[in-house]
């Protein structure tokens, strides 16, 4: 089982940054995917951004040129620059990874991200 820690969440005001945290750990053989996703109220949830094993990255439309997903070892990071009032939402890490007990895909207990106008 992968556990998850996330950490970085808070309240900024309009065009500031904030810097999201996911540490995973546990019986972990190898990590497929590290991935943010984002829930609005009253909206579905979305992925924000989302890297592989690879490094490949995609990036949600919305975020492209202002938010940066990273990865060192077993931890995300998601740089969020310029940040809009839009970005308001409860920040989520996944991590897709294959453990002692088979393949896990786990979810952070989510982070809130709150921008001023």
């Known amino acids: 089982q992968v556990q998850l820690v996330e950490s970085g969440g808070g309240l900024v005001q309009a065009g500031g940054s904030l810097r999201l945290s996911c540490a995973a750990s546990?019986?972990?053989?190898?990590?497929?995917?590290m991935a943010w996703y984002r829930q609005a109220p009253g909206k579905q949830r979305e992925l924000v951004a989302l890297?592989?094993?690879?490094?490949r990255t995609t990036y949600g439309d919305s975020v492209k040129g202002r938010f940066t997903i990273s990865r060192a070892k077993n931890t995300v990071l998601l740089q969020m620059n310029s940040l809009k009032p839009e970005d308001t939402a409860v920040y989520y890490c996944n991590v897709n990874a294959y453990t002692m007990a088979g393949l896990d895909d786990a979810w952070g207990q989510g982070t809130q991200v709150t921008v001023s106008s």
């Open positions: 890297i592989t094993s690879g490094g």
């Open positions: 546990g019986s972990i053989f190898s990590i497929n995917t």
